[in-house]
């Protein structure tokens, strides 16, 4: 009975509690550029993140058998879309958050009532894209499950295209990009001269870069659980198999691999550089917004064109959190000028490109 009365009565206090601290303990840095933006966007954009990471956290558990995830989170992708299922609640609640070493998920995955009971009370059109972003997530969440065996298994399996790899960078990311431009110009009317075509396209190919960037800097531990989302046409061209690219020590044959990737990525990177630039610089909350994740995923990408051992689990190419902090007071003098923000991300890619350049000199 406690299901359906949260999803029908909203508690002010556990909405406040739930976009508040809950939202800050299971996001970590996504908290720190939520916490910037206009106070109309926090509540739409931090609740599909908390759905979605929701979402996740389900899927993630390898203590449940694929299947049986595959289960739970279609059960909460019709929860999200209107469903009400009070059994479906409890049973994500009984059997989920059991299985979760870091006690903020547990009480996410047992707080699926309270944040369901928020969605109803936003207004129409946000309701409409929430439920949007999180289906888009989700199917990306359940292409994975589909497309790779069970983590425990010891078998592995790779996407075949790039178009494959394009696809999902846009489930999990590119569509991101999407529904954050939306917010932008439902909720900040005015403030974006581009035309929105322009800039969905553009926010599409910033989500892109970003999520490009997690799949090469995640890469060797995907490959351990199984997942190599590096495409096999690409593989086959330099010779390799993704059972190759388990050996750590494969990671110097295999650069001429990732610097295709680091290419490709670059590109997009550049499309989220003209993303952050077409807002206006009086809009610094939202600029900063942008900034961030951008100069934090270039710095990533320098970690990795540089790191010789870039197939060991262990040496994962990935900034402190202090490099966050100092990315953070950098970026505040950069808002000032389109031009320093320009100088600032080319130097990062000719960083990426020189060392590049440099491996590939005869």
């Known amino acids: 009975m406690r299901a359906r009365y949260l999803i029908r009565h909203m508690n002010p206090s556990n909405r406040a509690e739930l976009l508040g601290p809950l939202l800050k ?78 006690l903020d998920e547990r009480v996410l995955l047992e707080r699926l009532g309270d944040a369901l009971a928020i969605l109803p009370h936003l207004s129409a059109s946000d309701v409409v894209a929430v439920r949007d972003i999180v289906t888009t997530l989700t199917t990306g969440m359940e292409f994975d499950l589909r497309t790779f065996p069970d983590e425990t298994s010891g078998r592995i399996a790779a996407l075949h295209e790039f178009d494959e790899l394009d696809r999902y960078t846009y489930l999990v990311a590119g569509c991101v990009g999407e529904f954050w431009t939306k917010m932008t110009y439902a909720h900040m009317p005015g403030v974006l001269k581009a035309q929105p075509q322009s800039m969905l396209t553009r926010g599409v190919r910033f989500g892109k870069a970003l999520q490009m960037t997690n799949v090469l800097r995640d890469c060797a531990r995907d490959l351990g659980i199984g997942r190599c989302y590096l495409p096999m046409s690409l593989l086959a061209r330099h010779r390799f198999t993704p059972e190759a690219l388990l050996d750590p020590q494969a990671s110097q044959r295999a650069r001429p691999v990732l610097y295709d990737l680091l290419r490709t990525t670059l590109a997009l990177y550049r499309e989220a550089v003209d993303y952050t630039l077409a807002i206006p610089q009086a809009a610094i909350r939202l600029r900063l917004a942008c900034l961030w994740p951008i100069m934090i995923g270039l710095d990533t990408l320098v970690l990795l064109a540089r790191n010789d051992a870039w197939l060991d689990p262990e040496r994962v190419s990935k900034i402190r959190r202090n490099d966050v902090y100092r990315i953070m007071a950098v970026s505040m003098p950069l808002m000032a000028s389109n031009a320093l923000v320009r100088n600032w991300t080319e130097k990062r890619m000719r960083m990426i490109e020189a060392a590049i350049s440099d491996a590939t000199r005869p």
């Open 25 to 102: 303990s299971v996001s970590r840095s996504f908290y720190l550029t939520l916490r910037i933006l206009p106070g109309t966007m926090r509540d739409p954009i931090g609740l599909a993140y908390l759905l979605a990471r929701a979402a996740d956290t389900i899927v993630d558990t390898s203590l449940i058998p694929p299947q049986r995830r595959l289960q739970l989170l279609l059960s909460l992708r019709e929860q999200v879309n209107g469903t009400r299922d009070d059994a479906a609640l409890a049973i994500i609640a009984g059997e989920v958050p059991g299985q979760q070493a870091q």
